[in-house]
């Protein structure tokens, strides 16, 4: 998939997993939709749930980053874009359709994009330099009255003046979403007798929305049993909202009829009961499924569930677990040193900063190593392991004769051979730049290019709050190197 294509793909995780804090603006949406889904990311990171949600999300992705540095990466030609930094710049995000089809290819919607103003800056920067490197897959298109982009032929992002991102499959659908949202063309604020309108209505303050009518039974098997439930429907509403401290799940069918609405809340207190009766071991989820509560008024019939916030958490973070979906969490201790390629000659913990403390020129830390041995040639390599929470910074090393006399031989961090480090700018570091740890354990190592004898080699770290961070450093003589067929 290329760049642009995630681009426009990067809330979609979030989505899948994470309800979020939201109140739906039926002026963004047109006036003929026929379903709809809300978010907003902005309240998701002040929400109890959202803040458990994207804690357990954000270890999960640590636990990745230091299996694999480039996890957690968008790589945009020579620039490496953090993906949840990048996401964190999404504010809202809200997706509907005028009509159902059986071929994704026939339905068409939109997908309107709020953030901040970084956001449109780099999802343009990127939409442009598609047509670059990539013309034959993003094409800019001129005939539009706003800065607009074509994806592989079948999407349309678009930049218009106002302070969204718009995305859709024909040119039509993408000028009446921009029309909607400035105003000019008929939204469901507008129009609150349709079906969706209503009910977008009662969704109220909620996490997450969802709400559609009920698609025409051409989309299923004929008088299967999907189109036999569908038919008792006319329309739904999913909700999920905050109440703190508990999280409120809140779902609304409306049915096609007086009849068919006594059906629905027959079968829908039915599965309640069965599922408040099943047996688990599972304490937590039998106490949120009996939590469940089922109305009727007039043709509505509405389920509503109510369960502590951090405790859903729990429960998401166990499940997820017991899936495979997640790893376990994992001891807070460092992996273990690897074995040196050389002679250790020395090998220290991080434990001079106080807690919480961020690298700064205040950490800078000086480690010197006495009387070591070095040859013409020899390979020098600075090593580190961190734990999830911890840092790993190199700034340079300095060696001199052991005597003292002579000026030193001086390594900048950022030019050696690095492995699992990233180089990163620093006004406090020397020459304004050291190495930082993009995973669980990394190298750094050169060669001396000095005259044999005996060497103080001073390395300048940035200190870490206790047990955190160990850092050594090898030496390995180019006559410690088997010659080629030797046993």
Same mark, same amino acid.
């Given at each position: ?50 803040? #458990? ?23 945009? /030609? ?108 008929? +939204? ?15 969704? /109220? ?28 429907? +006319?329309?739904?509403? &999913?909700?999920? #909202? ?12 409306? #049915? ?13 207190? /039915?599965?309640? @009961? ?27 019939? !509405? ?90 910074? &190199?700034?340079?090393? $300095?060696?001199?004769?052991? +005597?003292?006399?002579? !000026? ?30 993009? #995973? ?6 050169? $060669? ?23 850092? !050594? ?5 180019? $006559?410690?190197?088997? @010659?080629?067929?030797?046993?």
């Amino acid at each position: 998939m290329n760049n642009l294509s995630r681009l426009a793909l990067l809330p979609l995780p979030l989505l899948m997993l994470c309800p979020v804090h939201a109140d739906i603006n039926p002026s963004n949406i047109a006036a003929d939709a026929q379903w709809v889904v809300a978010i907003d990311l902005n309240d998701l990171r002040n929400s109890t749930l959202g803040k #458990g949600l994207m804690d357990m999300a954000q270890k999960q992705m640590a636990i990745e980053t230091a299996r694999n540095p480039q996890a957690a990466d968008l790589v945009v /030609g020579n620039i490496r874009i953090n993906y949840q930094k990048f996401s964190e710049m999404v504010g809202s995000v809200t997706a509907y359709g005028s009509n159902f089809s059986p071929d994704p290819k026939q339905m068409d919607g939109a997908l309107v994009f709020q953030g901040t103003p970084d956001l449109r800056k780099i999802a343009e920067a990127l939409a442009l330099q598609g047509t670059l490197v990539a013309p034959d897959k993003v094409k800019e298109l001129k005939d539009l009255p706003f800065a607009a982009y074509e994806l592989g032929g079948e999407l349309i992002v678009a930049f218009p003046p106002e302070p969204v991102i718009i995305i859709s499959k024909s040119k039509a659908r993408l000028l009446k979403a921009h029309d909607v949202v400035r105003g000019a063309a008929p +939204s469901l604020a507008k129009a609150p007798a349709t079906p969706l309108g209503a009910l977008l209505a009662k969704s /109220g303050h909620s996490f997450l929305v969802a709400a559609s009518v009920v698609p025409p039974n051409n989309l299923f098997t004929a008088d299967g049993p999907q189109t036999r439930i569908l038919q008792l429907m +006319s329309s739904g509403m &999913f909700a999920v #909202g905050e109440e703190e401290p508990r999280t409120v799940t809140h779902m609304q069918l409306v #049915g096609s009829s007086d009849e068919s609405a006594d059906k629905l809340l027959k079968i829908i207190q /039915g599965m309640v @009961a069965m599922m408040s009766l099943a047996e688990s071991t599972d304490k937590q989820l039998a106490e949120f499924l009996q939590s469940a509560t089922v109305e009727k008024q007039g043709r509505t019939v !509405s389920v509503q569930l109510a369960y502590s916030s951090d405790r859903v958490v729990q429960m998401v973070q166990s499940t997820a677990q017991q899936l495979g979906k997640i790893a376990p969490p994992a001891p807070n201790v460092p992996p273990p040193m690897p074995v040196a390629a050389g002679k250790v000659v020395a090998e220290w913990s991080l434990g001079q900063a106080p807690a919480g403390a961020q690298p700064g020129a205040a950490l800078l830390a000086d480690h010197t190593i006495e009387n070591v041995s070095l040859v013409n040639g020899a390979t020098i390599t600075l090593t580190a392991r961190r734990d999830l929470t911890g840092n790993a910074i &190199f700034d340079c090393v $300095d060696i001199l004769p052991a +005597s003292g006399a002579g !000026s030193p031989l001086h390594f900048e961090a950022e030019n050696m051979r690095l492995q699992r480090y990233r180089v990163q700018d620093a006004p406090y570091a020397s020459r304004g730049k050291f190495i930082s740890l993009n #995973g669980s354990i990394g190298s750094a190592q050169f $060669d001396f290019p000095g005259e044999d004898g005996n060497y103080r080699i001073n390395v300048r770290y940035v200190e870490q709050v206790p047990g955190k961070t160990t850092m !050594s450093v090898t030496v390995r003589n180019p $006559d410690a190197v088997p @010659a080629l067929g030797a046993k």
